[in-house]
């Protein structure tokens, strides 16, 4: 069952992502656009899906674990074997605007996590705005 469920849940993200975008190229809008937006949250939907299984199952460790070794390992592992597999550029946008982000955010959650230790629902809110925020300025700056 276990592996059925990731089966669907992988084929689900690739039909979410093609599609979408297939649909901001059909708008207009930018590749840089569609990566940091549309093919992120697709390609994070299992770890969303994993994340909220595990919240809910009350296993906080899991969950917190999953964002963060899942962040550690795109970074190091996935950025490391695709740059050695063929040079990767960075598009002036990302390195003047959305690595800061990036940076802050993770500066916000060590922020959070340190007053108690816990990651409580409004933090959690802010995190959602900011994102809202975030794609927002995206899409008008794009």
């Known amino acids: 069952m276990a592996l059925v469920g990731i089966a669907v849940t992988i084929a689900g993200a690739r039909v979410l992502v093609d599609a979408a975008v297939d649909l901001a190229r059909g708008f207009g809008v930018s590749d840089t656009v569609v990566g940091l937006t549309i093919v992120a949250v697709g390609t994070s939907l299992p770890e969303l899906v994993a994340c909220v299984v595990a919240a809910l199952r009350r296993h906080?460790?899991?969950?917190l674990g999953n964002i963060v070794g899942s962040n550690i390992y795109n970074v190091f592992g996935i950025l490391g074997v695709t740059a050695l597999a063929q040079p990767i550029p960075v598009p002036p946008e990302?390195?003047?605007f959305d690595v800061w982000v990036l940076?802050?955010?993770?500066?916000?959650?060590?922020?959070?996590?340190?007053?108690?230790?816990?990651?409580?629902?409004?933090?959690?809110?802010?995190?959602?705005?900011?994102?809202?925020?975030?794609?927002?300025?995206?899409?008008?700056?794009?």
């Not at 906080?60 to 969950?63: I, L, P, Q």
């Open 103 to 142: 940076l802050g955010a993770t500066a916000l959650l060590t922020l959070f996590l340190r007053t108690g230790w816990t990651l409580k629902r409004w933090e959690g809110g802010v995190f959602l705005l900011l994102y809202v925020a975030y794609v927002a300025w995206l899409v008008v700056n794009a």
């Open 94 to 96: 990302i390195a003047r």
């Open 60 to 63: 906080a460790d899991v969950a």
